[in-house]
């Protein structure tokens, strides 16, 4: 996955997307960064990271600042690793969602620390309901950032912004 970053007008801005709904993806729906799996002929995780980016989005993010990689999450409820590495835009550059991604928008850091967003939430996963730590984005009329991108945006925030993980 790619945790990209922007300055915007009120300061730093995360990128987020919302991925296309599709029948069997686990995460159809839900709130994301750009990443996917490593395919043949990906150089690692990284490269596979900056390649999902470029088809889901439009971004090469070979031209962006690489600033370091946050440590892999383990899935909850899949046998899955997540690597997550983190960049920053110079620019805005335009954003063209393929078809695995709904939406694509920016947050800015000030909202994610802010303390009133962090809640409990029902979210749904694999047919059953449960009760997970979240962040309400102000993004109108998105669900809710929960799972493995909340647990990567909170281990981000505790570096950056001394918040504490939850």
Not at 13 to 39: C, N, Q, T
Not at 98 to 110: C, H, M, N, Q, Y
Not at 115 to 143: C, M, N, W, Y
Request: charged fraction near 25%; aromatic fraction near 8%; glycine fraction near 14%.
């Amino acid at each position: 996955m790619a945790l990209i970053l922007r300055k915007g007008r009120e300061g730093l801005e995360v990128l987020f997307i919302e991925r296309a709904s599709h029948d069997g993806d686990p995460w159809s729906g839900d709130l994301g960064f750009p990443g996917g799996k490593i395919e043949q002929g990906d150089a690692g995780p990284r490269a596979a990271a900056e390649r999902e980016t470029r088809e889901e989005l439009g971004i090469d993010l070979t031209t962006a600042h690489y600033l370091g990689r946050l440590a892999d999450v383990a899935g909850a409820h899949l046998p899955i690793r997540v690597s997550c590495f983190v960049y920053g835009l110079f620019g805005n550059p335009p954003m063209r969602p393929g078809g695995e991604v709904r939406d694509a928008f920016w947050v800015s850091l000030a909202d994610l620390c802010d303390p009133a967003r962090h809640q409990d939430a029902s979210v749904r996963f694999g047919g059953e309901t449960f009760e997970r730590p979240a962040i309400i984005l102000p993004a109108e009329g998105k669900p809710v950032l929960w799972g493995i991108t909340y647990r990567l945006v909170m281990q981000f925030l505790a570096l950056v912004a001394g918040v504490g993980v939850t």
